[in-house]
């Protein structure tokens, strides 16, 4: 059974970069089929795809964040991070990491296995 983690600060200044890290465990991000996404929801809004990573290791964004963000994996670890420059507090949500099926865009969130989430709050 395949599980992801999600870890990283929990508080980042305005301005600054996010970075969270999703380990994978029971599967492997360069063998298996699907792309693993970062999704995101703030607070009383429904969920926000971010972006993937495939298992070849190409990248897809969405168009809104594709300027601000940067997923790459860590194949050694079974890993795969997101950096999110230049935050702000409407960057304030709980992060997931998340399985989904490959597209190269915005997959169908509810056929995506999703991680546990972490909260992130930009705040000075």
């Known amino acids: 059974q395949v599980q992801l983690q999600e870890s990283g600060p929990g508080l980042v200044k305005p301005s600054q970069t996010l970075s969270l890290t999703c380990t994978v465990s029971?599967?492997?991000?360069?063998?298996?089929?699907?792309?693993w996404s970062w999704i995101r929801q703030p607070p009383e809004k429904g969920p926000e795809w971010i972006g993937a990573?495939?298992?070849?290791?190409?990248?897809y964004y969405s168009p809104s964040l594709k300027s601000r963000t940067s997923i790459s994996r860590d194949t050694s670890k079974n890993q795969f991070t997101l950096q999110l420059s230049s935050v702000t507090p409407e960057d304030t949500a709980v992060y997931y990491c998340?399985?989904?099926?490959?597209?190269?865009?915005?997959?169908?969130?509810?056929?995506?296995?999703w991680g546990q989430g972490t909260q992130v709050t930009v705040s000075s």
């Open positions: 029971g599967g492997s991000i360069t063998t298996s089929y699907y792309y």
């Open positions: 990573i495939s298992l070849g290791g190409g990248t």
């Open positions: 998340a399985r989904c099926p490959p597209k190269s865009g915005s997959p169908r969130l509810h056929d995506c296995y």
